[in-house]
């Protein structure tokens, strides 16, 4: 069965760099066939896709956070990394990292981490 | 850039009722489309992908249809355990790319 877990800080001040991991069991990211994928959720609001990546280390960005993000792979560890930088109080939000299905639907997710920005 | 939209943004239905959720893309997705269904304080939950195919352990109440900009999610009879926020998901096979609808919450009538 696989599972997926966030892990990282749960306060981060504004214009540092938010840091989490996805480790990732059951499967392993390096047998290739899927990408693996960031999502966030704002307080209240709805799913917005932060970006995917595949083993190999090829990325995808969401255009509107392209600029401050990177998403990387460890293949040793069996995890991947999210790093988003100048935050400000409108990131915070409980971010999940999911397996992405034939190129289109995430599944499984993990159970999210709130990510809270705050001075 | 492909905005999707759901309708209605509330629907309250009866236990043992037909529920009709509805998405639209501004333009053709073709059959890129997924469903997920979120319950308070989890993850979603994937329901359908590929506008029709349902995931792995879903039950069979859950069907989705529809093609290039007009979707159904359908449950056939609401159970208890069916009341929850429903997201619809347009993804681009390549280049990547995703966008979510903004949710259809359904609540006991």
């Known amino acids: 069965q696989v599972r997926l877990q966030e892990s990282g800080p749960g306060l981060v001040k504004p214009s540092q760099t938010l840091s989490l991991t996805c480790s990732v069991s059951?499967?392993?990211?390096?047998?290739?066939?899927?990408?693996w994928t960031w999502i966030r959720q704002k307080p209240g609001k709805g799913l917005e896709w932060i970006g995917y990546i595949y083993y190999s280390g090829s990325t995808y960005y969401n255009p509107s956070l392209k600029s401050r993000l990177t998403i990387s792979v460890d293949t040793s560890k069996n995890q991947f990394s999210l790093k988003l930088s100048s935050i400000t109080a409108a990131d915070t939000a409980v971010y999940y990292c999911a397996r992405v299905i034939a190129m289109g639907g995430f599944d499984p997710w993990g159970q999210g981490t709130l990510v809270t920005v705050s001075s | 850039e492909i905005v999707m939209t759901q309708s209605p943004a509330t629907l309250s239905v009866s236990p043992g009722e037909r529920a009709t959720l509805s998405c639209r893309a501004s333009q053709s997705v073709s059959s890129n489309l997924a469903w997920y269904q979120q319950k308070p304080g989890q993850a979603p939950r994937l329901l359908i992908y590929?506008?029709?195919t349902r995931a792995t352990d879903i039950p069979a109440r859950f069907s989705g249809s529809g093609s290039g900009t007009d979707f159904t999610l359908t449950i056939s009879s609401l159970q208890s355990e069916d009341f929850a926020v429903y997201y619809c998901?347009?993804?681009?096979?390549?280049?990547?790319?995703?966008?979510f609808g903004p949710g259809t919450k359904v609540d006991i009538k």
């Open positions: 059951g499967i392993k990211i390096s047998s290739g066939g899927y990408y």
């Open positions: 590929d506008a029709s």
């Open positions: 998901q347009k993804y681009n096979k390549w280049p990547p790319g995703v966008t």
